[in-house]
């Protein structure tokens, strides 16, 4: 299956660095994951659905045997993510990251490494969704001490995409 023309989209504007440690969350079937895989040292996934993770980590077997992948199933906010801090933290249309209260911030405030940025992409489903969520994006991480560096857009199909991209103090 050929990656979406929004998910290279948003893997491009992660870009990881070789080394990178990336935390993806709701990382769906897994198609992100393996994109950022192949250029970030370790990337760690998230999802809430155990039909999601199963597919992701069938998707990326090569990755995970050799310790480059790894796949939780459960809430972010129960997740054991381990000690290590991540470089980046990414998800794509995960409204949590926009509706309040958004534990999920505390999470990423707490395995973000200082300096460390967060890309926050979504669908752009109408006109005037782009403002709202970008605020209340930028509004939450800013209350975790998180400032946004800058909003990334892009003409992907079937709809507009946006990311809103973050760095930890």
């Given at each position: 299956?050929?990656?979406?023309?929004?998910?290279?989209?948003?893997?491009?504007?992660?870009?990881?660095?070789?080394?990178?440690?990336?935390?993806?969350?709701?990382?769906?079937?897994g198609?992100?994951?393996?994109?950022?895989?192949?250029?970030?040292?370790?990337?760690?996934?998230?999802?809430?659905?155990?039909?999601?993770?199963?597919?992701a980590?069938?998707?990326?077997?090569?990755?995970?045997?050799r310790?480059?992948?790894?796949?939780?199933?459960?809430?972010?906010?129960?997740?054991?993510?381990?000690?290590?801090?991540?470089?980046?933290?990414?998800?794509?249309?995960?409204r949590?990251f926009?509706?309040?209260?958004?534990?999920?911030?505390?999470?990423?405030?707490r395995?973000?490494?200082?300096?460390?940025?967060?890309?926050?992409?979504?669908?752009?489903?109408?006109?005037?969704?782009?403002?709202?969520?970008?605020?209340?994006?930028?509004?939450?991480?800013?209350?975790?001490?998180?400032?946004q560096?800058?909003?990334?857009?892009?003409?992907?199909?079937?709809?507009?995409?946006?990311?809103?991209?973050?760095?930890?103090?």
């Amino acid at each position: 299956m050929r990656a979406s023309e929004r998910l290279a989209w948003a893997a491009a504007v992660v870009a990881p660095a070789p080394g990178d440690r990336v935390l993806e969350v709701g990382c769906g079937h897994g198609v992100l994951l393996s994109l950022l895989a192949d250029r970030a040292g370790e990337v760690v996934g998230v999802d809430r659905s155990a039909t999601m993770t199963a597919a992701a980590g069938r998707r990326n077997a090569d990755a995970v045997a050799r310790g480059r992948v790894r796949v939780l199933t459960g809430r972010l906010t129960e997740a054991d993510l381990g000690a290590a801090a991540f470089d980046v933290v990414v998800s794509f249309d995960v409204r949590a990251f926009w509706t309040p209260p958004a534990p999920e911030w505390d999470v990423v405030a707490r395995v973000l490494r200082p300096g460390g940025r967060v890309v926050v992409a979504f669908s752009v489903m109408t006109p005037d969704a782009l403002e709202p969520v970008t605020a209340a994006i930028t509004r939450l991480a800013a209350e975790r001490g998180i400032g946004q560096v800058a909003v990334h857009r892009a003409a992907t199909t079937p709809y507009p995409s946006a990311a809103v991209e973050l760095r930890a103090p």
